[in-house]
Protein backbone atom coordinates (compact mmCIF):
# COMPACT_ATOMS: atom_id res chain seq x y z
CA UNK A 1 0.00 0.00 0.00
CA UNK A 2 1.38 3.20 -0.75
CA UNK A 3 1.48 6.51 1.25
CA UNK A 4 -0.86 7.79 -0.79
CA UNK A 5 -3.65 5.32 -0.66
CA UNK A 6 -2.89 5.02 3.56
CA UNK A 7 -3.26 8.63 3.37
CA UNK A 8 -6.40 8.36 1.51
CA UNK A 9 -7.72 4.99 3.60
CA UNK A 10 -7.71 7.69 7.52
CA UNK A 11 -10.21 9.86 5.60
CA UNK A 12 -11.81 8.90 2.80
CA UNK A 13 -14.14 10.92 2.59
CA UNK A 14 -13.46 13.97 3.93
CA UNK A 15 -9.91 14.55 2.63
CA UNK A 16 -7.67 13.87 -1.10
CA UNK A 17 -4.28 13.46 -1.23
CA UNK A 18 -2.38 15.88 -3.62
CA UNK A 19 -0.92 13.93 -6.33
CA UNK A 20 2.16 16.22 -6.17
CA UNK A 21 3.29 16.34 -2.74
CA UNK A 22 1.45 13.30 -1.26
CA UNK A 23 -0.36 16.51 1.21
CA UNK A 24 -3.70 15.80 2.76
CA UNK A 25 -5.90 18.22 1.65
CA UNK A 26 -9.49 19.25 2.62
CA UNK A 27 -12.02 17.85 -0.17
CA UNK A 28 -14.42 20.67 -0.15
CA UNK A 29 -12.06 23.29 0.69
CA UNK A 30 -11.38 24.49 -2.95
CA UNK A 31 -11.62 28.57 -3.32
CA UNK A 32 -10.49 29.64 -6.53
CA UNK A 33 -8.53 26.45 -7.01
CA UNK A 34 -6.93 27.27 -3.88
CA UNK A 35 -6.76 24.17 -1.60
CA UNK A 36 -6.33 23.88 2.48
CA UNK A 37 -3.95 21.53 3.98
CA UNK A 38 -5.01 19.25 6.49
CA UNK A 39 -2.07 19.41 8.70
CA UNK A 40 -2.07 17.82 12.35
CA UNK A 41 -0.51 20.19 14.60
CA UNK A 42 2.80 20.24 16.01
CA UNK A 43 2.68 18.60 19.65
CA UNK A 44 4.94 21.90 21.20
CA UNK A 45 1.55 24.24 20.01
CA UNK A 46 -1.10 21.52 21.12
CA UNK A 47 0.90 21.28 25.16
CA UNK A 48 1.18 25.28 25.51
CA UNK A 49 -2.61 24.90 24.06
CA UNK A 50 -3.11 22.41 27.49
CA UNK A 51 -1.46 24.69 29.56
CA UNK A 52 -3.12 27.88 29.21
CA UNK A 53 -6.30 25.73 29.62
CA UNK A 54 -5.01 24.38 32.88
CA UNK A 55 -3.78 27.94 33.86
CA UNK A 56 -7.17 29.65 32.88
CA UNK A 57 -9.00 26.75 35.39
CA UNK A 58 -6.64 27.59 38.53
CA UNK A 59 -6.68 30.75 37.85
CA UNK A 60 -10.44 31.07 37.48
CA UNK A 61 -10.55 28.68 41.01
CA UNK A 62 -7.61 31.27 42.51
CA UNK A 63 -10.29 33.98 42.44
CA UNK A 64 -13.65 32.79 42.51
CA UNK A 65 -13.10 29.72 45.02
CA UNK A 66 -10.12 30.50 46.83
CA UNK A 67 -10.03 34.05 46.92
CA UNK A 68 -6.01 34.22 46.46
CA UNK A 69 -4.91 37.98 47.47
CA UNK A 70 -2.15 38.24 45.17
CA UNK A 71 -4.60 37.88 41.91
CA UNK A 72 -6.61 41.03 43.21
CA UNK A 73 -4.63 44.01 42.01
CA UNK A 74 -6.55 46.10 45.31
CA UNK A 75 -5.60 43.94 47.23
CA UNK A 76 -2.30 44.06 46.63
CA UNK A 77 -2.17 47.69 46.43
CA UNK A 78 -3.67 48.26 49.96
CA UNK A 79 -1.14 45.53 51.18
CA UNK A 80 1.82 46.92 50.23
CA UNK A 81 0.55 50.32 51.64
CA UNK A 82 -0.05 49.33 54.53
CA UNK A 83 3.21 47.74 55.10
CA UNK A 84 4.65 50.73 53.47
CA UNK A 85 3.13 53.32 56.04
CA UNK A 86 4.04 50.79 58.99
CA UNK A 87 8.05 50.88 57.92
CA UNK A 88 8.42 54.81 56.77
CA UNK A 89 9.70 57.03 58.89
CA UNK A 90 7.66 58.61 61.94
CA UNK A 91 6.65 62.44 59.74
CA UNK A 92 6.93 65.08 61.95
CA UNK A 93 3.29 66.15 62.61
CA UNK A 94 1.85 69.57 62.97
CA UNK A 95 0.83 70.49 65.72
CA UNK A 96 -2.11 73.24 66.62
CA UNK A 97 -0.29 75.84 68.49
CA UNK A 98 -2.59 76.41 71.74
CA UNK A 99 -1.28 76.07 75.15
CA UNK A 100 -1.55 72.95 76.88
CA UNK A 101 -2.97 72.79 80.52
CA UNK A 102 -3.69 69.56 81.19
CA UNK A 103 -1.34 67.85 83.93
CA UNK A 104 0.62 65.24 81.82
CA UNK A 105 1.67 67.66 79.38
CA UNK A 106 2.52 70.03 81.94
CA UNK A 107 4.58 66.86 83.66
CA UNK A 108 6.32 66.38 79.79
CA UNK A 109 7.29 69.27 79.46
CA UNK A 110 8.92 70.27 83.01
CA UNK A 111 10.84 66.78 82.40
CA UNK A 112 11.70 68.18 78.94
CA UNK A 113 12.51 71.66 80.57
CA UNK A 114 14.71 69.91 84.00
CA UNK A 115 16.48 68.07 81.11
CA UNK A 116 17.51 70.44 78.40
CA UNK A 117 16.55 73.60 79.29
CA UNK A 118 17.72 74.26 82.73
CA UNK A 119 21.33 74.42 81.95
CA UNK A 120 21.18 77.68 80.59
CA UNK A 121 17.68 79.14 82.11
CA UNK A 122 17.95 77.38 85.41
CA UNK A 123 15.85 75.00 87.17
CA UNK A 124 13.30 77.79 88.35
CA UNK A 125 13.13 80.05 85.34
CA UNK A 126 15.50 82.93 86.56
CA UNK A 127 17.63 82.86 84.10
CA UNK A 128 21.39 81.55 83.28
CA UNK A 129 23.40 82.14 79.82
CA UNK A 130 19.57 82.54 78.66
CA UNK A 131 16.35 84.85 79.94
CA UNK A 132 14.75 85.02 83.08
CA UNK A 133 11.13 83.35 82.12
CA UNK A 134 9.34 84.82 85.63
CA UNK A 135 8.90 87.65 84.38
CA UNK A 136 7.14 89.93 81.61
CA UNK A 137 10.16 91.14 79.83
CA UNK A 138 11.07 88.90 76.45
CA UNK A 139 13.24 89.38 73.89
CA UNK A 140 11.41 87.65 71.17
CA UNK A 141 7.99 88.01 72.05
CA UNK A 142 5.63 86.08 74.56
CA UNK A 143 3.00 84.63 71.85
CA UNK A 144 3.10 81.25 71.63
CA UNK A 145 3.94 81.31 67.75
CA UNK A 146 6.71 83.38 68.37
CA UNK A 147 8.25 81.44 71.62
CA UNK A 148 7.90 78.00 69.31
CA UNK A 149 10.17 79.48 66.44
CA UNK A 150 12.54 80.29 69.22
CA UNK A 151 12.52 76.67 70.07
CA UNK A 152 12.15 75.71 66.86
CA UNK A 153 15.12 77.35 64.98
CA UNK A 154 17.28 78.66 68.01
CA UNK A 155 18.93 81.98 68.50
CA UNK A 156 22.50 80.70 67.10
CA UNK A 157 24.85 83.71 67.49
CA UNK A 158 23.27 84.31 70.96
CA UNK A 159 23.65 80.74 72.46
CA UNK A 160 19.92 79.29 72.08
CA UNK A 161 20.37 76.15 70.45
CA UNK A 162 17.09 74.99 67.58
CA UNK A 163 15.47 72.09 68.67
CA UNK A 164 14.03 71.38 65.20
CA UNK A 165 15.95 68.16 64.96
CA UNK A 166 15.56 66.97 69.33
CA UNK A 167 11.82 67.65 69.80
CA UNK A 168 9.22 66.59 67.79
CA UNK A 169 6.69 69.69 67.88
CA UNK A 170 4.39 68.04 70.26
CA UNK A 171 7.18 67.98 72.97
CA UNK A 172 8.25 71.33 72.25
CA UNK A 173 4.84 72.33 72.66
CA UNK A 174 4.65 70.82 75.99
CA UNK A 175 8.00 72.51 77.09
CA UNK A 176 6.97 75.91 75.96
CA UNK A 177 3.56 75.72 77.87
CA UNK A 178 5.41 74.63 80.70
CA UNK A 179 7.56 77.38 80.70
CA UNK A 180 4.22 79.93 80.94
CA UNK A 181 3.71 78.39 84.09
CA UNK A 182 6.68 79.69 85.86
CA UNK A 183 5.90 83.48 84.47
CA UNK A 184 5.08 84.85 87.57
CA UNK A 185 6.55 82.60 90.22
CA UNK A 186 9.64 83.72 92.25
CA UNK A 187 13.54 82.13 91.20
CA UNK A 188 15.95 82.31 93.61
CA UNK A 189 18.18 84.47 91.95
CA UNK A 190 16.21 86.01 88.99
CA UNK A 191 17.86 87.61 86.04
CA UNK A 192 18.26 91.29 85.39
CA UNK A 193 14.94 91.89 82.37
CA UNK A 194 15.95 91.34 78.69
CA UNK A 195 13.99 92.59 76.22
CA UNK A 196 10.54 94.10 76.43
CA UNK A 197 7.89 94.47 78.86
CA UNK A 198 4.88 92.89 77.02
CA UNK A 199 1.45 92.48 78.26
CA UNK A 200 0.70 88.91 79.28
CA UNK A 201 -1.47 87.46 76.73
CA UNK A 202 -2.10 83.84 78.69
C1 LIG B 1 22.86 76.59 75.66
C2 LIG B 1 21.98 77.45 76.38
C3 LIG B 1 20.52 77.31 76.16
C4 LIG B 1 19.75 76.20 76.25
C5 LIG B 1 20.19 74.77 76.52
C6 LIG B 1 18.37 76.62 76.00
N1 LIG B 1 18.33 77.95 75.78
FE1 LIG B 1 16.65 79.04 75.42
N2 LIG B 1 17.78 80.68 75.21
C7 LIG B 1 19.15 80.77 75.38
C8 LIG B 1 19.59 82.12 75.15
C9 LIG B 1 21.03 82.61 75.24
C10 LIG B 1 18.44 82.84 74.78
C11 LIG B 1 18.37 84.33 74.42
C12 LIG B 1 18.46 84.46 72.91
C13 LIG B 1 18.59 85.93 72.48
O1 LIG B 1 19.22 86.70 73.21
O2 LIG B 1 18.08 86.23 71.40
C14 LIG B 1 17.33 81.93 74.85
C15 LIG B 1 16.02 82.27 74.59
C16 LIG B 1 14.95 81.43 74.70
C17 LIG B 1 13.59 81.83 74.50
C18 LIG B 1 13.11 83.23 74.10
C19 LIG B 1 13.09 84.10 75.30
C20 LIG B 1 12.74 85.56 75.00
O3 LIG B 1 12.95 86.36 75.89
O4 LIG B 1 12.26 85.82 73.90
C21 LIG B 1 12.82 80.74 74.72
C22 LIG B 1 11.32 80.66 74.62
C23 LIG B 1 13.72 79.66 75.05
N3 LIG B 1 15.01 80.13 75.05
C24 LIG B 1 13.31 78.39 75.34
C25 LIG B 1 14.18 77.35 75.56
C26 LIG B 1 13.76 76.00 75.73
C27 LIG B 1 12.33 75.51 75.70
C28 LIG B 1 14.87 75.25 75.90
C29 LIG B 1 14.98 73.78 76.11
C30 LIG B 1 14.33 72.92 75.15
C31 LIG B 1 16.00 76.15 75.86
N4 LIG B 1 15.54 77.40 75.64
C32 LIG B 1 17.30 75.73 76.02
C33 LIG B 1 19.98 79.73 75.75
C34 LIG B 1 19.61 78.42 75.87
Keep these: MSINEEKTNINQNDHEIDTLTNDR ?3 DHSYDGIRELDNDLPPWWKWLFYITIIFAIIYMLGLWVFDWDSLYQEKEY ?8 KTAPKQQ ?7 LTDASSLENGKATYDKICQVCHLLDGGGLVGPNFTDDYWIHGNSLEKMFAVVENGVIEKGMIPYKDQLP ?10 IITLRGTIPASPKAPQGELLDWPY
Excluded at 78 to 85: D, F, G, L, Q
Excluded at 169 to 178: A, F, G, K, N
Design 93 to 99: VQVELKV
Design 169 to 178: PTQRLEVISY
Design 25 to 27: LIK
Design 78 to 85: NKEVAEAV
